[in-house]
């Protein structure tokens, strides 16, 4: 069975449904190329047969600061499609990082929780482009400097 490197399954599960297959699952490629990412995007959304709703994937690109965010989904054909791609970067020695879609990443709520929302606290799930932004900052800051014993903390 191949492992995520992250993935969700509620709880509380649809009566029939299968605890065998999460519902969203996260690829994150450090070492291996965007093709090995796109195989696995197609591996989870075709094996599941529909269970995976969502896969995304989080290419981190290890000479620059570039990272490229994708969410995926299932064709009628069991293949994946991207339906939300950026790229974030920083260039050497600047602060500000471009992004070449400003849009915010989401996830439907119930795609992930396979119900119904149930209250206004229950929605879809956004990350802003501040959000994305934070995450490069921190995956590069361990790529990229030298962590202090206050960083970890």
């Given at each position: 069975?191949?492992?995520?490197?992250?993935?969700?399954?509620?709880?509380?599960?649809?009566?029939?449904?299968?605890?065998?297959?999460?519902?969203?699952?996260?690829?994150?490629?450090?070492?291996?190329?965007?093709?090995?990412?796109?195989?696995?995007?197609?591996?989870?959304?075709?094996?599941?047969?529909?269970?995976?709703?969502?896969?995304?994937?989080?290419?981190?690109?290890?000479?620059?600061?570039?990272?490229?965010?994708e969410k995926w989904s299932s064709t009628q054909a069991g293949?994946?499609?991207?339906?939300?791609?950026?790229?974030?970067?920083?260039?050497?020695?600047?602060?500000?990082?471009?992004?070449?879609?400003?849009?915010?990443?989401?996830?439907?709520?119930?795609?992930?929780?396979?119900?119904?929302?149930?209250g206004p606290y229950e929605r879809i799930i956004e990350f802003?482009?501040?959000?994305?932004?934070?995450?490069?900052?921190?995956?590069?800051?361990?790529?990229?400097?030298?962590?202090?014993?206050?960083?970890?903390?």
């Amino acid at each position: 069975m191949k492992r995520a490197d992250e993935s969700y399954l509620p709880k509380r599960m649809p009566k029939g449904r299968s605890r065998k297959w999460p519902t969203l699952v996260i690829e994150v490629g450090y070492s291996e190329s965007h093709q090995k990412l796109v195989g696995d995007v197609s591996w989870w959304l075709s094996q599941s047969k529909g269970d995976v709703l969502t896969v995304l994937t989080v290419d981190i690109n290890q000479r620059r600061k570039e990272i490229t965010v994708e969410k995926w989904s299932s064709t009628q054909a069991g293949r994946g499609t991207s339906i939300y791609r950026t790229v974030l970067s920083q260039e050497a020695g600047q602060n500000d990082i471009h992004a070449t879609n400003e849009a915010p990443l989401s996830i439907d709520f119930n795609h992930l929780f396979l119900r119904d929302t149930e209250g206004p606290y229950e929605r879809i799930i956004e990350f802003d482009l501040s959000d994305l932004e934070y995450l490069s900052k921190q995956i590069w800051k361990l790529e990229f400097e030298e962590w202090t014993e206050d960083d970890y903390f």
